[in-house]
């Protein structure tokens, strides 16, 4: 039998052109520890406010630019170490880099609980007195005024300060997983049916196998990679578990009514428009994605459609592949209607390396931007020739064009949006580069090609991260009943999903109950809804484009520009987008139920 495995690059062997340009950050590491040493400096100097925060307009004003000035060095810092730990988890330098970095933060967010604590005594009348006194307090009023309204979950000053002393601890969990994901985990290569010898690791699969047209090649990169899960299944457990228990304790503490109250806070809409969220889309997009399931297990010619059969090309004989550079060219075109400005944004995240793009050992999985004030966006992919990456690529170049523009247009304490929202510009990139390949062909098999990858980015949002948030529904109600939660719960809970959403169109196996374990949004509050949230407002919007075109656009662009100056609600109104209704949802559904059955039609 021939052996022919493909080694992947060391992070020290990948060429600087695939690499982002981490000098904009920092010109060396010495730099950054330099950067470490200010930040304790100005700690000394803001602590001297203590006890005289809200004592004047003035004294306000200048505790306030104090923290402004070290959060912005924090953001900074923090970036180019989580960077340095996202390109390469493998290396000791950046993980001693990371911890020297966690135990900083923990020092700064321990010494400076005294401003909120110190908020939480003012009076909002004489808040009102102050900014019409000190014209710079308008820029901190959303901030002060949120801080206000949490007053009735703050504890004692003293129990805040020991909280947030604790940092390091109640970020283990995230941590523990994001380490040993990237340093711990490794899978056996798998013979194809050829007899060559394939490499696994877990950004290959996802990225790779879990597309190929071949079923051995899916069938057996799937064992090899379920098998690894299995094995730290009851470690994986134990830390999300305590990730879990953290939260329900913590919102016990704060008095909230429950954990998804609490964590509901930051996210600034109400219960109903998360249950609205989940339910809505759980029960009545699970029939379009069975009878999508079904075309695919008779156009692949299966007996039965297992779950890791689920994102395998449906026309095996045409899966376009596309080179970055291509790719770059498409995605840029696709966005050419979002005018001149926007689109000289995307061109800069090409030309100046904003992007990495590089599959090496060590690397972070999946795909993210992450866009630190005062600099620009930077993007994290593992690159594979398929076209399905560039629908990845465009949506990360999505958060990238909302972040530069809310960073150039709002203070750093007004960027970012709520998390409901922080999904729309993102998703938004993507309807628009489906809508441009629609556009520009006019060959069935191409158009079937696309309006697939459409369908994959539902599946991406409404299917694969809805479902995490639905598991995250279940067991945050087990937690807050007292159950037990082991590796057999979250498998059971997250299989039952999986069947209750599937039916009897896939075969869901213990592999699959093992997806709890891929991703890190559980680590995140309850994050993995919102992709949902964000792409029922980018279908809305994308949509009307077609019918309104440049005022739509215009729009779009200075919601973009207000970043987080505004709660989602009021975001989205400015686009024209209601989300405090179950119509918009609907419609979306109803959108991806009209991709399937035309689909069907070519077919």
Known sequence: MEKTLEKRLNRSEVPTEMTWKLEDLFQTRLEWLDALEDIEKDLVEITAFKGSVISSANSLVNSLLAYESIMLKLVRTGTYVSLRQSEDGTNSQNQSDSLQYSALNTKVNTALTFIQSELLH?????????????????????????????????????????????????????????????????????????GKELENSFAMFENLYEFSPNHTVRKEAYQSFTKTLNKYKNTYAAVYATEVKKQVALSKLRKYESVTHMLLKSHKI????????????????????????????????????????????????????????????TILKSLEVMGPEYLSIMEKAFDERWIDYSDNVGKSTGAFCSSPYGVHPYILISW?????????????????????????????????????????????????????????????????????????????????????????????????????LTA???????????????????????????TWMRQP??????????????????????????????????????????????????????????????????????????????????L
């Not at 009545?284 to 994102?311: C, S, V, W």
């Not at 560039?390 to 990238?400: K, N, P, Q, R, S």
């Not at 662009?557 to 987080?564: C, D």
């Open 122 to 194: 003012l009076d909002k009348a004489l808040f009102e007195t102050y900014l019409n006194e000190e014209k710079e307090l308008e820029v901190f009023k959303l901030a002060v005024e949120e801080i206000l309204e949490s007053k009735p979950h703050q504890l004692l000053p003293e129990t805040e300060e020991a909280l947030a002393a604790l940092g390091e601890v109640t970020s283990a969990p995230y941590r523990i997983y994001q380490t040993s994901k990237a340093a711990d985990l490794t899978f056996d290569s798998f013979v194809d049916e050829n």
């Open 488 to 514: 057999n719960t979250f498998c059971e809970i997250k299989g039952n999903v999986l069947k209750e959403f599937w039916g009897d169109s896939v075969v869901i196996d213990e592999g699959a109950s093992l």
């Open 270 to 329: 109400t219960l109903e428009m998360y249950q609205n969220q989940l339910s809505v889309i759980f029960n009545e997009l699970a029939p379009h994605m069975r009878k999508l399931a079904n075309l695919k297990k008779k156009q692949l010619g299966l007996d039965t459609l297992h779950f890791y059969d689920l994102k395998a090309p449906l026309d095996v004989d045409f899966n376009p592949n596309t080179t970055y550079e291509d790719a770059k060219e």
């Open 521 to 602: 949004h559980y680590y995140m509050g309850l994050y993995p809804y919102t992709y949902s949230a964000g792409l029922t407002a980018s279908t809305a919007i994308s949509r009307r484009i077609a019918s309104e075109g440049k005022p739509v656009i215009d729009a779009w662009i200075e919601v973009l520009k207000a970043g987080g100056s505004k709660k989602p609600e009021e975001l989205l109104k400015m686009a024209g987008v209601d989300l405090t209704t179950s119509a918009p949802i609907k419609e979306a559904v109803e959108y991806v139920g009209s991709l399937v059955d035309e689909l069907d039609s070519l």
């Open 384 to 484: 594979q020739d398929h076209m399905r990456n560039a629908f990845v690529l465009a949506h990360e170049l999505g958060h990238a064009g909302h972040f530069y523009y809310a960073n150039k247009y709002q203070r750093v304490v007004n960027t970012r949006p709520s998390m409901y929202f922080i999904e729309a510009p993102s998703t938004f990139n993507e309807m628009l580069l489906g809508q441009y390949l629609l556009k520009n062909t006019n060959d069935p098999q191409m158009k079937r090609w696309v309006i697939l990858q459409l369908l994959g980015t539902y599946y991406h949002n409404f299917v694969t991260h809805l479902l995490e948030g639905e598991f995250q529904r279940r067991i945050y109600e087990l937690a807050e009943k007292g159950t037990p």
